[in-house]
């Protein structure tokens, strides 16, 4: 596709992932807190942004990190091409942040954490590209993905142009041994350049969600698992729970 200037569309990729725990006692909560804290500070979600950013090929103009007491926290990095330097410097590749959101108080027992992860770039690259790293770097047991491209770029007779490549779905950005694992919903507008992916783990190891010192006898168990499936289905799904 031959444009005139710079091609200026927006693309904007916002994933959310959700791991999930059975933690009924105060010493398996906090257990689950450390090891939360631990792979998933800001410092490590950093990490794997700049490994997203080296995928869109863009360069990490400046980083903010910031933990949060006593769990959570945040990472955007703001990105650009850099051509020449000082005032040459043009920004086209906008940013990408990174925030978790635990929810470590559910009285039921049945923790959860949540990292949001908001990716925005203009030019030819497209952000679907980093799908499979970021699937590598997190357990999750549900995702959600939109995809939206925005605004307007021109052709080379001055006609606009509102999409510059080809999607179905999202799902075809993901390497289907990852897909496999899961049931998948897909929503799409492709009139309005509007895509989103739902997905819940389908092969669900049970004994992963409960801690190795647990107390738990095997009826509570399956009973716990009951809950946690009610919950991750009322997620998936968006029913709101009683």
Sequence with gaps: MQLIGFNNLKKALNF???????????????????YINTHYSAQKISELL?????IIEAEVLSISLQNYEPYGASSM????????SGVNMHLDKSHITAHTYP??????GILSFRVDIELSTCGEITPLSSLNTIFDFFDTDIVTIDYSVRGFTRNAKGEHIYMDH??????????????KSYKTKDLILQNDNIWQLKL????????????????????????YISTLNAEMLSIFNGWRTL
């Design 200 to 223: 819940l783990r389908t092969d669900m190891l049970e004994d992963e969600y409960f801690s190795p010192q647990t107390e738990l006898n095997e009826k509570e168990k399956r009973e």
């Design 77 to 84: 990095l703001l990105l650009g091409d850099i051509k020449g």
């Design 166 to 179: 080809d999607i179905n779905s999202i799902s075809e950005f993901i390497d289907t041994n990852i897909l």
């Design 16 to 34: 959310s992932f959700y791991d999930f725990v059975i933690a009924p006692s105060e010493r398996e909560k906090l257990s689950y807190v450390e």
């Design 50 to 54: 700049k490994k997203i950013v080296g």
């Design 103 to 108: 929810d470590f108080e559910n009285k039921n």
